[in-house]
């Protein structure tokens, strides 16, 4: 047993949801209690679909138990054919029906149905929703694509977008034209937007392109060892994973690289003098692991951060989350338990942090700004305009949605020229937000090096640094001051510890 | 003069469409999300898995604090296998909680479907866990599971627990049951008082320090009509019942306190004087809403109990005509006095075959149709226009001062569109 109050990821069979809710021509029948249907909002508000998830439950009740939830389980599959009509069927069981043990698989195989049936296992009590996706996918894809002839044409799929995904709408726009620039085609996408009898001509197509290996490495690799179909391994998320991917993609396409560059702004917008503010800003950086490796790369190589510390919520990725962490220089996090999490940021104090919902939230509560990069989701995270992730438009996207919750770099000029004008004085915030967040200085506070005594001199002259540097002061002062074994902060070792952390 | 059969005068005589099928309803557990709001001192500790973590959090959308007031024990691998181990588990779980979280005063644990599935007992533990925490910390269980309970069923799980712990006491007395937000349950405490009811007990107590007793002489009225098992636990502790409409709504509301009155002895001239200002405001409120929703069809889908009330309120007081009222269950005793203030016609629906049901709604094409968040958005997709019924349950709807709320978030959906002037694909 294990204490969970804020999760990042659902149980696998929402997993299994989101690979069903984003194909058209394919229903799914969970074995699961009544209150198992709220997953459907998920999908209704968070993503504001339109249109129920193809998702029909058993919704069986207590007094079902002691006679027949297995009836009652063909009863549904049947109805389900009946009524939806789909090219393919699925069917599962969330945690609840895994306990009874009914083998939803061996039910609807015996119905007979003249389309294929696919069942699911989804170990509830093991593993998540990004399993869950990528089993699915997986089991989507095992019992639909045969091997086939290739198009005449250089063609490839694209692999892993689904629905409730961070940022997967555009980011297939964005890699579709990438692709296309090189003369690629796009035979099927999946399971965004695939129907059953798109997925079973994904042998037609000559590789594929694995966008989201969270959900279709699975699927991907079975396609490589039975299609005979190579995937790609870079994620193209930033400027040089976007050059690095179209080498790739060259290389297996059999096609020269090409990459317009004309609408990407991102380097010229970091090289601005305007940008010299985000050097060297130490930010933390939190999400799945695809998104967490682009990000520390875009950081550090794109933005000029410091990455201070990095880490994934899936287990999945440990592995390469590890070794990337290495390459940084820093403790990888590898947990999926949010307290956690927030004692690292807390203990980091980070100028910024890049992670998922969850982390913005930590982040307004310790007063450190935060950019979204990363699944779980958020009504937010599906903007009415176009912001994908990937490709050129992606980089572009990814440095002004960084850059909006720090100060602007002129901004930061100000503050400290006007430090006691009303309109840039400290509890302003960002003045570009309604609402300004909470001075950092007060994570660093609530995470308490109380054993050092702060003048009050030093106490005022602290409160004169702008908000957003605080913080970072305050820790600095307290480390400098403890390190010299002094047990009380003036002014003076304020400025000699200013001195000595002088980058 | 000539009879009317008794079956044409309202909805309480009206034969009751009872359908099963696929539910799309929360579970008991989604109660938890008001409830430990209400109690301060209180903790809910699901006994689950990641589903119910995942409900919980889903459901309480982007309330996130630092760390709420409740959390799941996600059962693992290990777990299911032995039972003896489940227990021992709950108990370190709990110690850890209770060492770390120290003001916590009353610690419910609320069972799930996978804890009952695999019938793992948890008055078991709550009894034992008392004997080592009581009275620094009480302990309660109930259920929340999805197999047992549907989304408001949770607070009456919860207080029903409640009842059935509380004291012999033979006071002559008045306990209302149903949680309220705080505002709309100053305002009911101070109504009551003006008509000379000052000293009122509430179910559920804020905190373990409100000691409520129960007996004979208790009387108890309820503000939520989902409260069907809290209902016959009083029963069963000897409390007497008071029935009446359900306080929604200038008339509902005033039905409401008559009723109260009435028991204790206090004439109705006396609830007419008092509450002479707020119905007129009530009133006045309602009717600026009125021109929105008289004559609009509506179709109530079942959700959260609340449904018959509201249906009167709309019919009774906003003139809207109602289509089909469906409820996950109907308790007779607690939600006959509304029915019967409805008008015949609608039809009267408990329990839920959806795609049927849906089927009704795409056929009646209603102006209005009250339903949960899985199916608002589709639906408007149809052209259809919905009113997402958590929301009647998140906010504050009841009395008189909320009348005019309540009649505005049905309106609201119908003037949106009115104001949209690009259609949607
Ligand atoms: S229906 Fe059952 S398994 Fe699902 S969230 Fe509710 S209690 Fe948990």
């Known amino acids: 047993m294990k204490l969970a109050v804020w999760t990042y990821e659902g149980p696998p069979h929402v997993g299994a949801m989101r690979v069903a809710t984003a194909m058209k021509g394919l229903h799914f029948v969970l074995h699961a209690p009544q209150g198992d249907t709220y997953a459907d909002l998920l999908f209704t508000m968070i993503e504001r679909r339109n249109h129920r998830p193809p998702v029909s439950y058993t919704t069986f009740q207590a007094r079902d138990l002691g006679s027949d939830t297995a009836v009652l389980f063909r009863d549904a599959a049947q109805a389900a054919y009946d009524r939806f009509q789909p090219q393919a069927l699925m069917v599962g069981a969330s945690c609840t029906a895994e306990l009874i043990q009914d083998d939803p698989g061996g039910l609807a195989e015996a119905l007979g149905l003249p389309v294929p049936v696919i069942p699911l296992e989804l170990p509830s009590y093991q593993r998540k929703e990004n399993f869950g996706a990528d089993e699915t996918l997986l089991q989507i894809v095992r019992a639909l694509a045969r091997p086939m002839a290739r198009t005449a044409h250089v063609s490839c799929n694209l692999v892993g977008p689904t629905a409730l995904g961070f940022r997967h709408r555009d980011d297939i726009t964005e890699v579709t034209a990438l692709l296309e620039e090189m003369g690629i085609a796009v035979n099927v996408v999946a399971p965004y937007d695939a129907t059953p009898a798109d997925i079973a001509r994904f042998g037609a197509a000559h590789f594929n392109v694995l966008m989201y290996p969270e959900t279709g490495e699975s699927a991907c690799r079975w396609l490589e060892r039975n299609l005979d179909q190579p995937y790609t391994k870079t994620v193209p998320i930033g400027v040089g994973a976007t050059r690095d991917f179209v080498d790739e993609v060259a290389q297996l396409a059999g096609v020269a690289p090409r990459l317009d560059t004309s609408r990407l702004r991102l380097p010229w917008y970091s090289a601005s003098v305007d940008s010299t503010y985000l050097t060297g800003k130490r930010v933390f950086v939190f999400g799945d692991g695809t998104h967490v490796a682009a990000a520390a790369r875009i950081a550090r190589d794109e933005m000029g951060f410091q990455v201070v510390g990095l880490g994934c919520y899936n287990r999945e990725m440990a592995r390469p989350i590890r070794a990337l962490a290495r390459d940084f220089g820093v403790d990888p996090l590898i947990t999926d338990d949010y307290l956690e999490v927030e004692a690292r940021i807390a203990d980091l104090a980070p100028e910024m942090i890049l992670g998922t ?147 | 003069m000539t009879i009317q059969p008794k079956s044409l005068s309202s909805c309480a005589q009206a034969p009751v469409l009872k359908e099963r099928g696929q539910h799309e309803v929360f579970c008991g557990l989604t109660a938890i999300i008001w409830l430990h709001r209400k109690m301060p001192d209180s903790f809910f500790l699901v006994i689950g898995s990641r589903t119910c973590a995942h409900l919980l959090q889903s459901a309480a959308g982007v309330m996130i604090f630092a760390e709420p007031r409740f959390g799941t024990a996600i059962l693992e691998e290990t777990d299911l296998a032995g039972m003896a181990d489940a227990q021992q588990e709950i108990d370190r779980e709990v110690e850890r909680l209770l060492s770390r979280r120290t003001d916590i005063r009353r610690l419910f644990l609320v069972g799930s479907c996978p804890s009952e599935v695999i019938k793992l007992d948890l008055s078991k533990a709550a009894e034992r866990l008392n004997a080592i925490h009581a009275p620094q910390t009480q302990v309660f269980n109930f259920s929340g599971s999805g197999i047992e309970t549907t989304f408001t069923q949770g607070e009456d799980a919860c207080l029903s627990t409640l009842a059935d712990g509380l004291p012999q006491d033979n006071a002559h007395q008045l306990i209302i049951a149903g949680a309220l937000p705080d505002v709309v349950q100053d305002q009911m405490l101070d109504l009551l008082s ?191 226009a919905t009113k997402w019924a958590i929301e009647l349950v998140f906010s504050p709807i009841h009395f008189y001062e909320q009348a005019g709320d309540l009649a505005g978030l049905f309106a609201r959906p119908l003037r949106r569109r009115a104001l949209l002037k690009v259609a949607a694909e």
């Open chain 1, 357 to 503: 919902q969850m982390e913005r939230h930590i982040g307004k509560r310790l007063g450190i700004p935060c950019a979204v990069i990363s699944a779980p989701v958020h009504v937010q995270d599906f903007p009415a305009r176009y912001s994908p992730q990937m490709g050129i438009e992606g980089a572009n996207v990814i440095f002004d949605t960084w850059v909006h919750p720090l100060v602007m770099g002129l901004e930061e000029h100000l503050l400290h020229m006007f430090r006691e004008d009303p309109e840039f004085n400290d509890d302003a915030g960002p003045s570009h937000h309604a609402h300004g967040a909470r001075p950092p200085e007060a994570a660093a506070q609530a995470n308490g090096s109380a054993n050092v005594i702060w003048m009050d001199e030093a106490e005022r002259e602290l409160r004169k640094v702008p908000f957003f540097v605080r913080g970072k002061a305050r820790r600095n002062t307290e480390a400098f001051a403890a390190e010299r074994g002094q047990a009380e902060i003036s002014v003076e070792t304020l400025y000699e510890a200013k001195a000595h952390y002088a980058r």
């Open chain 2, 194 to 384: 003006a008509i000379g009811l000052s000293d009122v007990k509430l179910l559920p107590q804020r905190t373990a320090q409100d000691n409520i007793g129960i007996g004979p002489n208790t009387h108890v009225t309820f503000v939520q009509p989902f409260l069907g098992d809290t209902h016959d636990t009083v029963l069963r502790r000897g409390a007497k019942p008071i029935y009446a409409p359900f306080p929604f709504g200038e008339l509902g509301t005033t039905a409401w306190l008559k009723a109260v009155a009435g028991r204790f002895g206090i004439d109705p001239a006396v609830v007419d004087r008092v509450t002479e200002a707020p119905r007129a405001r009530a009133r006045k409120a309602v009717a600026a809403m009125r021109e929105d929703l008289a004559g609009k069809r509506v179709f109530l889908m079942p959700d959260s109990q609340l449904e018959i009330p509201l249906a009167r309120f709309l019919s009774r007081e906003c003139g809207a005509e109602l289509i089909e009222v469906g409820t996950p269950f109907l308790h007779r005793s607690l939600t006959e006095p509304d029915l019967s203030e409805i008008a015949p016609g609608p039809v009267i629906a408990e329990g839920q075959d959806v795609e049927k049901q849906l089927d009704r709604v795409r056929a009646a094409r209603p102006d209005l149709t009250v339903c949960g968040l899985g199916l608002a958005n589709p639906l408007e997709a149809e052209g259809l």
